[in-house]
């Protein structure tokens, strides 16, 4: 499956010289007059005053010549240039001076892996977590490096040390998972995608109590009363704020459930249940641009459950397990009604908003019929963008929530086709075999893709560095863009890049599913 490509453009979007920006603003200095000067170029350079920092730094380092921090900021408007050769000899410099200075052994590590140095790149990010095995970016970029040069297990080692440091990453596991995969090492497979499923959040459902049955009595004056007294003893949990918000809608205090909503989703901002209760009440308070944004996230949330079903299938199957692995299929396909739908409400909500449909009569909107407008939308759409393999997995999402499976294979099929990396497409269309009764050609699908050719994987890796100089990055689909027109006949290049880049992880799959919708949406009002 193509989601391992994820683990090639983890950290890589780190802005480098933000990093530093924010590091000479926390550290700490031998004397407050230079902690105000430095922090104070810092600042000036965060807002884009470039010309007054440069200024203020050169008087600085003519003081301070051997200053760290100097050395630093120096480096960081080296990198604000994209002079990534310049920046590596500030920062190698100082390195020589201060080893254990990780924040400069990680951007030089960044620096030699543009420059194509990736066995130094490699040393320093080893140099980094000598000191501080703990941090994120450094065993991410490793196991990137690792991973495009097909060293599974060395790259597995990594995601290893990130989940002791960070056991309860659901993301994480479940691209350790697909590593363990492409070893062959099934057993370890299965207990990681397991976990995944076990820690997400929407697993962790309380026993019911008091409250509970006040709510389900109707009493949401008593069980607000009892909630704040309880918020009063001890800091209440996400699931003990998610109760509150549902006691003060049934009370009739909308704004007051909100922000009970919002602070659960702060202590737990994947819990699936919890997003969708926000956007239900966004849509109760006649609010659908937020409903439908909320809809949309809770979408993606529900797809990373089903990522770990995938997954644990996959490794079942791969195993020779071949009953576990319908079985568990058989899950996937039971959640995810939960995304298609989640997808057609929002889609129906933004059209709805965009053609003002019900902008005289809120109280009496009925967004379920903008469904089939939206069909109509986007299949309007398919003979002006034959390659577009975004707009046929919308349209199969789409039909998948009419639970019409047989039409949704057929545009999965058809986007598999433009485009075989689709992660998403992959994993929807084994669903859509599974629900037509087609059992074995579901898990042949997704076993068939398991390993990558080094090609691949290198391709997909200097994408991810590419992207990284979002200057160069816009230049190149400039000139590919223009290649292909002229010798390609209609072909787009841009929404097969964003695919390249949702399946990297650079681009978001919930902003760039958000953009479409808005797009078709706007079409539509027209």
Known sequence: MSKIFEILGRAITADPAELIWHWLCEVSYPSLARAQVVREIASLAQQGKDESARDMLRLYQFEFPQCAKGQMAEAAFALQSTQTETASQILAKLFRTQPANTLAAYILGLCCEQLQRESQAAQFYHDCLKFKNYLHLPHQRLAAIYLKNCQYEKAADEYEQLIFEHPDDVSTLILLGHLYLAQNRFDQADDTFNKAILIHPDNFAQEPDDIDDLIEQGDAYRACELLESLSLQERPSAQTLAKYGD????????????????????????????????????????????????????????????????????????????????????????????????????????????????????????????????????????????????LRYRLAILFMSLSQFERAAELLCKTLQINPSHHRAQTKLAICLHQTGQKEPAINHLTADTYFEPKMLDLHYKTALLYADRVKFASSMLNLERQLEDNYAGSDAGVNISVVLQNLGLLHRETAMWESLTDVAADHAL
């Open 247 to 390: 006691a003060l809608k049934m009370a009739d205090c909308p704004d007051q459930a909100l922000i009970k909503y919002q602070q659960a989703l702060e202590l737990s901002p994947d819990c699936l249940e919890i997003n969708i209760k926000l956007g239900t009440l966004h849509l109760q308070m006649h609010q659908a641009e937020l409903a439908a944004k909320q809809f949309n996230k809770s979408m993606e949330i529900n797809d990373q459950i089903i990522d770990a079903y995938i997954g644990l299938c996959i490794s079942q199957a791969k195993a020779g397990r071949q009953d576990q692995a319908e079985a568990t299929l058989s899950l996937a396909a039971a959640i995810h009604p939960n995304s298609a739908i989640l997808m057609a409400e929002a889609a129906s909500l933004k059209l709805a908003q965009n053609s003002k449909l019900f902008e005289n009569e809120p109280l009496q909107a009925d967004y379920s019929q903008c469904l089939d407008q939206v069909i109509d939308a986007h299949s309007c759409r398919l003979p002006y963008n034959q390659n577009d393999p975004q």
